[in-house]
């Protein structure tokens, strides 16, 4: 990912490019990311497969997500804390560089839902029992 621009002339809207290569990097070529929408993700994140994060929670490597937006949880500034994740994702304003900022700025007004694919969740399960 590093510095590339998701800016396509053809193809998929930047952000669901850039979800899905993000799912790819952190998660695998397993990862339900490749191919799903933001908007089908912010919908029903269960039915793509993936599992919502409790807020609570440490959010770091999670995907957060509104309704036209996604973006990769690189830091959280206070624990426990979801408005202090702060999140990597294409700008528009940059032509699609990267960028970041707090979740709180990304779409104010709208609580994000913080997500991970299911079978990522399931892998970790299996190597927490052996």
Do not use: C
């Amino acid at each position: 990912m590093g510095r590339d621009r998701y800016s396509y002339e053809t193809g998929p809207p930047r952000a669901s490019q850039f979800l899905s290569d993000a799912a790819r990097q952190l998660y695998g070529d397993e990862a339900a990311g490749a191919g799903v929408r933001i908007s089908q993700l912010w919908e029903d994140p269960e039915r793509q497969g993936w599992v919502e994060v409790d807020p609570g929670q440490e959010l770091i490597g999670t995907i957060a997500v509104w309704p036209s937006i996604a973006g990769v949880v690189v830091k959280q500034r206070r624990e426990g804390a979801s408005d202090s994740a702060v999140v990597l994702y294409p700008s528009d304003r940059r032509e699609g560089e990267l960028a970041h900022t707090e979740a709180r700025f990304m779409n104010p007004g709208i609580e994000p839902k913080f997500v991970v694919p299911r079978a990522v969740l399931d892998r970790a399960m299996v190597r927490g029992v052996q």
